[in-house]
Nanobody, 115 residues
Framework: QVQLVESGGGLVLPGGSLRLSCTVSGTSLTIGTMAWYRQAPRKQREWIAS???????LYADVAKDRFTISRDNSKKAVYLQMNSLKPEDTAVYYC?????????WGQGNQVTVSS
């Protein structure tokens, strides 16, 4: 059974940094695209960034120049380095992977940017 476990969220001051991690278990073949989404209170879930199995990243406008997505296939993990965080980045962050044509989601990780 494929499972995703996220870590690294928390409370950070405006301008600070956080690194989110998402580790995948239950897979034996190459994981496809890995991605990060977020959902702020009373808003729809939005795509932040994704990275292909060939290590090609894509970013939403809100993430460009501040966030970096990366993956480590040997660890079956995807990361999101977030810098220059703003209060509007406050949300629950979710990782998503595509594996053998199916989509799997992490449990979500709260990130709060506040002074």
């Amino acid at each position: 059974q494929v499972q995703l476990v996220e870590s690294g969220g928390g409370l950070v001051l405006p301008g600070g940094s956080l690194r989110l991690s998402c580790t995948v278990s239950g897979t034996s073949l190459t994981i496809g695209t890995m991605a990060w989404y977020r959902q702020a209170p009373r808003k729809q879930r939005e795509w932040i960034a994704s990275i292909s199995s060939s290590d090609s990243p894509l970013y939403a406008d809100v993430a460009k120049d501040r966030f970096t997505i990366s993956r480590d296939n040997s660890k079956k993990a995807v990361y999101l380095q977030m810098n220059s965080l703003k209060p509007e980045d406050t949300a629950v962050y979710y990782c998503k992977v595509i594996y053998r044509g199916f989509i799997y989601w992490g449990q979500g990780n709260q990130v709060t940017v506040s002074s």
